[in-house]
């Protein structure tokens, strides 16, 4: 493992339902973040956290909330999905700086259904 | 507007030959640049970072250059093996925010090395 744990690591649900994707992170990052990887697409960054407090949000629709209550924890609250929303979800950490990069868990694969 | 593209989508290599993989950028100015590899149905790992003042970094079997001039970066895997099959992804940081790295990636790479 790499440090960094996603869960589930499948989730397959239907447009109107209501999931939440969680990240944990036990690194001592303090930052944390959320990509989506679509086949043939570079990874898209979504939301980013820098000490529990969102720094950025990338035009994401409302229908992806983010929530990070402690620097360990990081969700992403899934609601009336499409499903061109079908996608491999994956959390990263990372310090500020430092010769070191993100440490990624190994993500969801959601399909919209 | 700002690209990052890696210069082909696939590439086979003989084993022990070096694989050379590119990535290019334009209308970034990035104070570093990394590499990760990703394997099928997992999240990348990151492998190497190269910051803007340095021209080459090395690890092992793996080698990477970086030409701020030319917006270049390529990665070398030298005495390739079947194990370095997998998708590898050129990312960069263009800037901090508030004290986290923003990452911009691209496409990948799939690398495959034939025995």
């Known amino acids: 493992e790499t440090g960094v744990t996603q869960t589930p690591r499948h989730l397959v649900m239907g447009m109107t339902n209501k999931k939440s994707l969680k990240c944990e992170q036990h690194l001592g990052h303090n930052a944390m973040y959320w990509y989506k990887q679509s086949a043939k697409k570079p990874l898209e960054l979504m939301f980013v956290?820098?000490?529990?407090?969102?720094?950025e949000n990338n035009s994401v629709p409302s229908r992806f909330s983010p929530e990070c209550p402690n620097s360990s924890h990081l969700f992403l609250h899934l609601h009336t999905l499409q499903p061109e929303d079908s996608a491999l979800y994956l959390c990263?950490?990372?310090?500020?700086?430092?010769?070191?990069?993100?440490?990624f868990g190994s993500g969801t694969r959601l399909t919209v259904v | 507007s700002q690209k990052i593209e890696q210069n082909s989508e696939a590439l086979n290599i003989q084993e022990g030959k070096t694989a050379t993989l590119t990535c290019n950028y334009t209308?970034?100015?990035?104070?570093?640049l990394q590499w990760y590899r990703q394997d099928p149905g997992r999240g990348p790992v990151f492998l190497l970072l190269i910051r803007e003042n340095e021209k080459e970094k090395r690890k092992e079997r793996l080698k990477v250059t970086f030409d701020t001039t030319l917006k270049q970066s390529l990665f070398h895997i030298t005495a390739s093996q079947p194990a370095d099959s997998a998708t590898y992804l050129c990312a960069l940081y263009p800037y901090l925010i508030q004290g986290a790295q923003k990452l911009v990636f691209g496409q990948g790479t799939r690398l495959t090395i034939n025995p």
């Open positions: 209308n970034y100015s990035p104070a570093y």
């Open positions: 956290y820098s000490l529990e407090e969102r720094v």
């Open positions: 990263a950490s990372s310090q500020a700086m430092g010769n070191y990069g993100y440490t």
